[in-house]
């Protein structure tokens, strides 16, 4: 073979393990902040407490609903979940504080449903872990329902998922 075909087999099977690899990866994004940047003090319990804008692009084909779950796996206790929102109707845009029509949230580690923004201990640095689940079904889950229910209801159903993850940091 000669050397210049060579290089054209081996960039030809480079780049369709790179494609083939991002098949089942949404990709998540926020104008708010970008990916392991520091997230806003408005999106904190120190500021407004509400949920930034998502945006969300390359949903795969065939996606019925999209989920939200959101940790912070550096807390004291063991991962902290600060939000989990299901039966999201396909979307590239998921605006600040809200959610679109016919989404369901779930109760979060703080005790209460919906989002509860990014709060660790005075002086110390988490991240934050927004992960988006392109689904090919809706969740049969109440309103309140738990992480771990969420997770078990989504076994067998999701199609792609992809994760944007913030930085967080609070003085006393």
Known sequence: MKPWMMLVFLAAVVLVGCVSGTENRIVVTSPAFKDHAIIP??????????????????????????AIIVTDPD????EFVHWTAWNIPVTSRIPEGSLPQGAV???????????????P???????YMFRVYALDTTINLPMGA????LEKAMEGHVLAEGKLVGIYSRTA
């Open 41 to 66: 003090e408005k999106y904190s319990c120190a500021g407004q407490d509400k949920s930034p804008p998502l945006e969300i692009a390359v949903v795969p084909e065939g996606t019925k609903s999209l």
């Open 75 to 78: 807390a004291p206790a063991g």
């Open 105 to 119: 949230e779930g109760t979060n580690d703080f005790g209460s449903i919906g989002y509860g923004g990014p709060c």
């Open 121 to 127: 201990p005075p002086g110390s640095v988490h991240k």
């Open 146 to 149: 738990g992480k771990t229910e």
